[in-house]
């Protein structure tokens, strides 16, 4: 277990650590027990200890002193050491033992993370270094709202981990070798003869030049020769191809930074072809472990319960994506050392990466249990749809351009400010600035909201609403705060030299153990790679901010000022760390 310094903002796990005393003395002959500790809403306690039922089941009939669950619970509470965390404990129905957490602890706990800065309430996990492999569009294809929510997930995970003091490796797994260049090296010939000195301005929308290769390469027969032909000459390595190709990813790879730039995020390209020379001995090493079998002149390995196999080296002797995966997954858990590995992907890809992963039990590169490092698990999502319910499309069916999806966002989101006559009292710079951060921090919010494997609806009049539970009106009451710190006059950063936290009143309690819970939260939405768990505390903590604390403690100019500030502080804190965790950027005034 980690040790007190590492969990200091923790708050859930020092209550385990408490509890897991405790237990040691009320059952030691049961060595394998670990506290359940859970946050609860009644109005009997904070947290609860769960562990008496389990116990009562495991040493009823061993000739125990306890009589049933009760009597287990109030044993676990008497046994608990002195601690100056807690206020009180009762028991309640089967044995739970309700925590009442110490309103000076809370403030105490606030105030140190004041001091010494937000990154002591980050969460510690069981390893030191993970892969996400996100994003993930396809060369010369245009990047489509699928690759959007790919892009949006993958960043946050990535960041939630990055702050638990993971190493996180972000991979763009990009789709830059196949078949498919074949076909655009020979049109890339045949339409520019000087296609060395060719630009992007004269190739013009890559997405318009792949559908007219496919055109010709479907109609034309010897066209279509010609670019099997470039296939061979391309993974052979003959120079004039390589240099082809080449040309066409760098040209893809500056539409694709366009939306990352919007987006602010950052990723390292390891695509399909950087993996291509570890395929041929990754292909030995599984069939000489005896995985891989002929079948229907093609090379697979069979998956139980799995009644189609995982093709491996297709019947022509190429190499696929399951080849590619394999690879990959070799390399980052040999090469890169990494211990877990995460796909973000659509779930119609569940069933490719699960044949994946099993496949790789079955050779030992991962353990056959799933909570033992090394891992690999596929994050998937849901569609993205239109608002009449079908897959989100423009209305000529073509897919939408996200750099324009992102641009109509931020001109909403100006268009909306200007309306509110802010033009007038801003820098044309402010208000560009705070356009862009509320129309992408809108979409990215959106999207993150909702569980993950659902399908949402992508409505910008619901997402650029400041009603509700959207970015909008989180970074508008993220605003607030900072003007009610603004208009007191007041150096925030001499009253936490000088200033205690006091908390009275009973909103200011429920907003300090919101603040303390912040640590738990963003371990659980690690643990579970479901940022919707965070988003659901940024949004409760400005409700409770808002419509309790604010509403019921003035600060300004009350007796309880300093304190009141400090707690402002901590709130818009917190908040602004919730924003960079998903990749929102802050606003300070509206």
Not at 196 to 217: N, P
Request: proline letters at 3%; a negative charge.
């Amino acid at each position: 277990m980690a040790t007190e310094e590492e969990n200091v903002g923790n708050m859930k796990r020092q209550l385990a650590k408490i509890f897991d005393v405790s237990l040691r003395a009320t059952v030691p002959e049961e060595t394998d027990v670990e506290p359940l500790v859970a946050a609860c809403a009644g109005k009997f306690g904070d947290y609860q200890c769960n562990n008496a039922m389990g116990l009562w089941s495991k040493i009823k009939g061993k000739g125990s002193q306890f009589k049933g669950p009760p009597s287990v619970g109030q044993a676990i509470m008497k046994n608990l050491p002195p601690s100056e965390i807690i206020e009180s404990c009762s028991v309640a129905g089967p044995g739970f033992v309700n925590v009442l957490i110490s309103k000076n602890w809370i403030a105490k706990s606030i105030q140190k993370m004041l001091i010494d800065g937000i990154e002591t309430w980050s969460p510690r996990l069981p390893i030191k270094r993970a892969v996400v492999d996100f994003s993930s569009p396809n060369i010369a294809k245009e990047m489509h709202v699928g690759h959007l929510r790919s892009t949006i997930i993958g960043d946050t995970l990535a960041r939630m981990l990055e702050f638990s003091n993971v190493d996180v490796l972000r991979r763009n797994h990009v789709g830059d070798w196949g078949t498919q260049f074949g076909m655009l090296i020979e049109f890339l010939f045949e339409r520019f003869p000087n296609w060395e000195e060719v630009t992007e301005t004269a190739i013009g929308d890559l997405q318009t030049f792949y559908k007219a290769s496919k055109q010709r390469f479907d109609s034309d027969p010897a066209f279509k020769e010609k670019a099997q032909q470039a296939v061979v000459l391309l993974q052979g390595g003959e120079a004039k191809y390589r240099k082809a190709w080449a040309q066409i990813c760098e040209i893809s790879r500056n539409e694709f930074n366009r939306v990352y730039e919007r987006l602010g995020v950052q990723l390292e390209e390891k695509g399909e072809s950087f993996y291509n020379p570890y395929i041929p001995n990754v292909i030995k090493e599984l069939t000489d472990k005896g995985l891989v079998e002929e079948s229907q002149g093609a090379r697979v390995i069979f998956i139980d319960g799995i009644n189609i196999p995982l093709i491996v080296v297709k019947s022509d002797g190429g190499f696929n994506y399951a080849s590619t995966d394999l690879a990959a997954i070799w390399y980052r858990l040999n090469e890169e050392k990494a211990e877990w590995i995460i796909y973000v992907t659509d779930i119609g890809q569940q069933q490719h990466f699960d044949m994946v992963f099993r496949a790789c039990k079955r050779a030992g590169w991962l353990p056959l249990e799933d909570n033992k490092h090394p891992k690999a698990t596929h994050v998937g999502f849901g569609l993205v749809l239109g608002e009449d319910g079908k897959r989100f499309r423009t209305r000529n069916t073509e897919v939408v351009r996200l750099v324009d999806l992102l641009d109509e966002a931020k001109s909403r989101s100006k268009a909306a400010l200007i309306e509110r006559e802010k033009a007038a009292e801003w820098t044309e710079a402010e208000l560009e600035q705070i356009a862009e951060a509320v129309g992408y921090g809108a979409v990215k919010y959106a999207d993150l909201k909702n569980n993950r494997l659902t399908n949402y609806t992508f409505n910008f009049d619901q997402m650029l609403n400041d009603k509700g539970n959207t970015a909008v009106y989180l970074l508008y009451a993220h605003a607030r705060i900072c003007s009610i710190i603004r208009k007191s006059g007041k150096d925030i950063e001499e009253l936490k030299k000088t200033g205690t936290i006091v908390l009275e009143h009973e909103d200011e309690r429920v907003l300090g153990l919101h603040l303390l819970q912040f640590s738990e939260v963003v371990e659980e939405a690690c643990t579970n790679l479901l940022p919707n768990v965070l988003c659901e505390y940024l949004y409760n903590l400005s409700e409770i901010f808002t419509k309790k604390f604010y509403s019921n403690c003035q600060v300004v100019g009350s007796p309880q000022e300093t304190s009141r500030l400090l707690l402002c502080e901590a709130t818009g804190t917190v908040m602004r760390k919730c924003f960079y965790l998903l990749g929102i950027v802050p606003v300070y005034k509206i």
